[in-house]
């Protein structure tokens, strides 16, 4: 049986005749004024900003910054920013004894969201006035990350990608570049959510490991069949990402008319509180600005493709890490020459690598019954000398970005982590 036929076809062409019809302009005229910002009681400005990390954020403060371009295996050119060193460094700036580390961006953002707050606030900023050498990764589908040797985003087959490759072809990328590039030093590796899941991914398989010198996971997700949204679980049962796959959409844009729909469509439900729309998915965060928040929307919803969703929602329908998905044996026989998708086996993931995990108690993706689990397969194994954990009672998941005061409460024990590996 393939995923095809699993759905009703004729369900999902009716849902959707019924959106587009019922829902006119008039409509998302009073879905916009429910949006999250409007609730924070003040109006983002429209942002004049140019959309670049390098041009914008860091260039605010007086940062260097470089443009550098990555070509994965597959074709996929993407970008990678740098600050090299921190606005202050001046004379030193030529001190090439810094250590590299690799900030990798979660699902719908890109590298923007590492420095959307003021130099005292932001990871990337705070990294750099550390001493380190920052590296910024843009994935596949982001603003700065569409072009291909030979696919343009306007092509199907562009979007054909999950986290599997995001693993496979743009995570290696994007280690050997910076390895590569600052003379082959091993690479401190920050990933928030997403970007916790590719590493493990490969690590699982013994990949990357003589590339980088010790891993964050904020936010860690791998486990996702516990999360506490409903919103996400909503969407992941009706299917909401295989149908739209089904309609032929290819790229999932959250600011595009595709996301209105589903928006519409998942909000119609009684039970989803879709007034505060971020907190429904990723939960209620403590710590946030609202000058922050205002950054973030003007700046950071990014694409991902519509795959990459299934993926994820194949997550929440079922226990363990694997593979997409084919839905059929048949399929699955083609991709992988085996009848279910290969598992990720997170518990083969070398005792020795530096580890720091942190987690929130908020937190609706990377929830406390998935993290738990996760946390079981990986540190009860883990040299206790590697592993450092922090639990963060009071944040969800963008606070670990974010959060005013992510500063004291994350960033310095992170830092403090990397001086002693
Ligand atoms: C919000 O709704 C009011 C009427 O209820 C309308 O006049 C206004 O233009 C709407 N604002 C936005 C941003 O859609
Ligand atoms: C350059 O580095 C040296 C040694 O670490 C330090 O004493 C000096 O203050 C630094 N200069 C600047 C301008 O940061
Ligand atoms: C270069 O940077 C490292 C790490 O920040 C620092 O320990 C060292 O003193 C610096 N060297 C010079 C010559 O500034
Ligand atoms: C990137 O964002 C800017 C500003 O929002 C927009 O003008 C531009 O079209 C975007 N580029 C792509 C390739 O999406
Ligand atoms: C995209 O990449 C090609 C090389 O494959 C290059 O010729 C082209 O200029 C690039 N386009 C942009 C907008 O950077
Ligand atoms: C962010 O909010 C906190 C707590 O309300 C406040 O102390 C801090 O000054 C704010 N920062 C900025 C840049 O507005
Ligand atoms: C996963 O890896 C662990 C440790 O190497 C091993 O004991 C276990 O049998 C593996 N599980 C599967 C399903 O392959």
Redesign the pocket.
């Known amino acids: 049986m393939t995923l095809h036929h699993m759905m009703n076809r004729n369900v999902f062409i009716n849902i959707f005749m019924f959106l587009s019809f019922v829902f006119n302009s008039c409509t998302a ?2 879905w ?2 429910k ?1 999250y910002v ?1 609730d924070l009681g003040q109006r983002c400005e429209p942002s004049n900003h140019p959309f670049s990390l390098c041009k914008s954020e860091a260039a605010a403060y007086g940062y260097p910054c470089e443009d550098h371009t990555v070509t994965t295996e597959d074709g996929y050119i993407l970008s990678l920013k740098r600050i090299p060193y921190s606005v202050s460094d001046g004379a030193n700036s030529t001190n090439n004894t810094r250590q590299p580390v690799l900030l990798f961006h979660g699902l719908m953002v890109d590298s923007v969201s590492w420095l959307l707050g003021t130099p005292k606030e932001s990871l990337g900023f705070i990294l750099a006035d550390g001493g380190f050498d920052v590296w910024f990764a843009n994935t596949r589908g982001t603003n700065s990350s569409r072009n291909h040797t030979s696919l343009s985003p306007n092509d199907p087959a562009y979007w054909d990608w999950t986290w599997d490759e995001l693993a496979a072809y743009d995570l290696p990328a994007f280690l050997q570049y910076v390895y590569d590039y600052t003379g082959g030093q091993k690479v401190h590796y920050i990933g928030h959510s997403l970007g916790t899941l590719i590493i493990l991914a490969a690590f699982s398989e013994q990949k990357l490991l003589h590339l980088v010198r010790s891993a964050v996971l904020l936010c860690p997700i791998a486990y996702l069949s516990r999360t506490k949204s409903k919103l996400t679980r909503l969407a992941a049962q009706i299917l909401l990402a295989e149908a739209f796959h089904f309609l032929g959409y290819h790229e999932f844009n959250p600011i595009g008319p595709v996301t209105h729909e589903i928006l519409l469509l998942i909000c119609g439900d009684p039970e989803i509180d879709c007034y505060d729309l971020f907190s429904a998915v990723a939960g209620p965060d403590c710590c946030l600005n609202t000058s922050t928040v205002c950054a973030f929307w003007q700046h950071a919803p990014q694409s991902t493709s519509i795959k990459n969703l299934m993926h994820m929602s194949q997550m929440i329908r079922s226990e363990g890490v694997r593979r997409f998905d084919y839905g059929s044996t048949k399929e699955n026989m083609k991709h992988y020459n085996q009848p279910r998708p290969p598992l990720y086996n997170l518990s083969s993931i070398p005792t020795h690598v530096p580890m720091f995990l942190t987690h929130g108690g908020q937190d609706f993706l990377g929830d406390v019954p998935d993290t738990r689990h996760l946390l079981r397969t990986l540190v009860r194994r883990h040299d206790s000398d590697n592993m450092e954990v922090l639990y963060v009672p009071d944040y969800a998941h963008a606070d670990f970005v974010v959060g005013f005061n992510a500063p004291q409460l994350v960033y310095k024990p992170m830092v403090d982590f990397f001086q002693r590996h």
């Open positions: 005229h009073s916009r004024n949006s409007d």
